[in-house]
């Protein structure tokens, strides 16, 4: 099993900025990828962005520019989120993966945090 903590959500105005933070625990392994979900009321989990344990990064193209997804080791990933828009009002939620044996898991999702941008 593996456990995802995140922070670091809160209400911000546009065009401001906000730092999640997401630490995972556990049956960690090296060969991972940790993203960024978000979902916002109404509507279905979209991927914001992916970083794997070879620093290859994704990102939606909504968020390209703005977002930066970073980890310092393979147990904590970070999105700096800039220039903030209404749009990005969601829950964003940390999603891990990790290769065990010949199995790809992806299923462990942290609780979520809230990102509230007003216009």
């Known amino acids: 099993q593996v456990q995802l903590v995140e922070s670091g959500g809160g209400l911000v105005q546009a065009g401001g900025s906000l730092r999640l933070s997401c630490a995972a625990s556990?049956?960690?392994?090296?060969?991972?990828?940790m993203g960024w979900y978000r979902q916002a009321p109404g509507k279905q989990r979209e991927l914001v962005a992916r970083?794997?344990?070879?620093?290859?990064t994704n990102y939606a193209d909504s968020v390209k520019g703005r977002f930066t997804i970073s980890r310092d080791n393979a147990k904590k990933v970070y999105l700096q989120m800039n220039s903030l828009k209404p749009e990005d009002t969601a829950v964003y939620y940390c999603?891990?993966?990790?290769?065990?044996?010949?199995?790809?898991?992806?299923?462990?999702w942290g609780q979520g945090t809230q990102v509230t941008v007003s216009s």
């Open positions: 999603n891990y993966g990790g290769s065990y044996g010949t199995t790809w898991k992806d299923n462990f």
């Open positions: 970083i794997t344990s070879g620093g290859s």
């Open positions: 556990g049956s960690i392994v090296s060969i991972n990828a």
